[in-house]
């Protein structure tokens, strides 16, 4: 697997695994062994880059990617987040506060089984506490070797730049992919100018872009698409062309429309990772195969003309959680 960096010195897989639907989101929680499994075999393809949160499950999917990674710690990068407020189980608000933020990367610590967060970001801005309180303690917990680097999730371009100036900031990950691209008009120029990491989650349009889901897929109770609108059967059916499209173009090359559209954001900048996530272990190769297909410009020309072809149907988030994002 190819190598990218974060930041000044973070060194991750090309491509990562996000662990989310491990435990979270998606319905029913797989089973924990088989994710085990798939944890450990991942690291045998080359991945060394694991993406996971304390609110997924909430609290569970540390736990397991913890346990299926502890044989191989010295050899991976962990990735997990702070931010909300966590109440019996279910999220009950944001919670930035350097108190809680040092809270929970005691108890992330305990989670994960090890003596450090290799990179801490806030999953959401908490618009009640200054962004420079939230980067200074996440400096204090550098400092005394809990936490290695500073992240943050879905933040607006002022966010960061305050934020990068009291702790440098190595990743910003927020959602990208070839049908969500808000990303490319201020956030990716100013990454670029800080010399901060992208990492793009939901590379796959939340499975969208893989070519298998169309307007008849059904999605079981408790999971988070059918919730979004862009995942009404109306919607899937529109934005359907831009999946044809994918399924077109990489047939050129020999690759799958998941493939593709990996290596499209791989394409986009070196210092981009993304952290597509799967249960699967024939999708997670599929997927990791993305890193060995090679875009030339002429290529990306021509995927981003057709593209601006297809005007992409229905709202990324609902109003209200729309409005969390960007701060």
């Known amino acids: ?24 989101s998606y319905g029913t929680p797989k ?24 609110m997924y ?43 809680h933020i040092r809270e929970v990367a005691d108890a ?7 003596d450090r967060i290799d990179l801490f970001y806030q999953h959401r801005v908490d618009p009640e506490i200054p962004i420079e309180e939230v980067a200074g303690a996440v400096k204090e917990l550098i400092r005394e070797g809990k936490v290695r680097h500073f992240g943050l999730s ?24 070839i049908w969500w691209r808000e990303p490319e008009e201020e956030i990716l120029p100013v990454l670029e100018d800080l010399g901060i990491g992208f990492v793009p989650f939901s590379p796959l349009g939340r499975g969208f872009l893989t070519g298998k889901i169309d307007a008849s897929t059904p999605f079981v109770a408790g999971d988070f698409r059918n919730s979004l609108p862009r995942f009404t059967s109306e919607a899937r059916a529109a ?44 999708r997670l190769r599929e997927n990791l195969a993305a890193a060995e297909i090679e875009l030339s410009p002429a290529d990306l020309d021509e995927i981003d003309a057709a593209a601006s072809q297809i005007a992409i149907e229905g709202a990324r988030y609902p109003e209200q959680m729309q409005r969390t994002v960007n701060r």
Not at 108 to 113: A, D, I, Q, T, Y
């Open 154 to 177: 879905e933040a607006g371009v002022q966010t960061i730049r305050k934020a990068h100036e009291v702790q440098a900031v190595t990743a910003l990950q927020s959602e990208f992919s």
């Open 1 to 24: 697997m190819k190598k990218r960096q974060l930041g000044q010195e973070l060194e991750v897989s090309a491509i990562g695994l996000g662990c989310m639907g491990m435990s979270y």
């Open 108 to 114: 992330s610590l305990k989670r994960l089984n090890t």
């Open 31 to 54: 089973d924990r062994d088989e994710m085990i499994g798939l944890l450990r075999s991942a690291v045998d393809l080359g991945v060394t880059f694991f993406d996971t949160a304390e």
């Open 239 to 282: 934005n359907q062309a831009l999946v044809d499209l994918l399924a077109r173009l990489g047939a050129e090359k020999g690759a799958t429309p998941a493939q593709l559209a990996l290596a499209w954001i791989l394409a986009r900048k070196p210092w981009i990772a993304p952290i597509p996530g799967t249960t699967s272990l024939p």
């Open 57 to 99: 499950g909430p609290f569970t999917n540390e736990e397991l990617v913890g346990e299926g990674l502890a044989p191989v710690r010295d050899q991976v990068v962990i990735a997990t987040k702070f931010g909300f407020r966590i109440v019996d189980g279910k999220q009950a608000g944001l919670d930035s506060r350097p108190e």
